[in-house]
Nanobody, 115 residues
Framework: VQLQASGGGSVQAGDSLRLSCAASGRSISSYDMGWFRHVPGEPREFVAAIKSTSSNEYYADSVKGRFTISRDNAKNTVYLQTNSLKPEDTGVYYC?????????WGQGTLVTVSS
């Protein structure tokens, strides 16, 4: 599975962005999908995940109520709607796909939030 994140940009605090993670090479319908973010000098941080079977959603406490993960299996794409962005949301956002013993990471997209 090849993953490509897009939709990042430079925004002001309070703005919104919709990140997309387009998959190719294989259908993601059977994969659990997630979003992580990374700031240089810090560990990669879990942001949100969505299960393949139940579509249950999981969020880091820091983004609950502001971010929404969704998936469109027909388009082979996962989304992360980010609202009420804060400067601490700044980072490179990556998506991943997991199934059994397999895990794939995509190229990231940079989100910069200024106050």
């Amino acid at each position: 599975v090849q993953l490509q994140a897009s939709g990042g940009g430079s925004v002001q605090a309070g703005d919104s962005l919709r990140l997309s993670c387009a998959a190719s090479g294989r259908s993601i319908s059977s994969y659990d999908m997630g979003w992580f973010r990374h700031v240089p000098g810090e560990p990669r941080e879990f942001v949100a995940a969505i299960k393949s079977t139940s579509s249950n959603e999981y969020y880091a406490d820091s983004v609950k109520g502001r971010f929404t993960i969704s998936r469109d299996n027909a388009k082979n794409t996962v989304y992360l709607q980010t609202n009420s962005l804060k400067p601490e949301d700044t980072g490179v956002y990556y998506c991943d796909a997991q199934r059994l013993f397999y895990r794939y990471w995509g190229q990231g997209t940079l989100v910069t939030v200024s106050s």
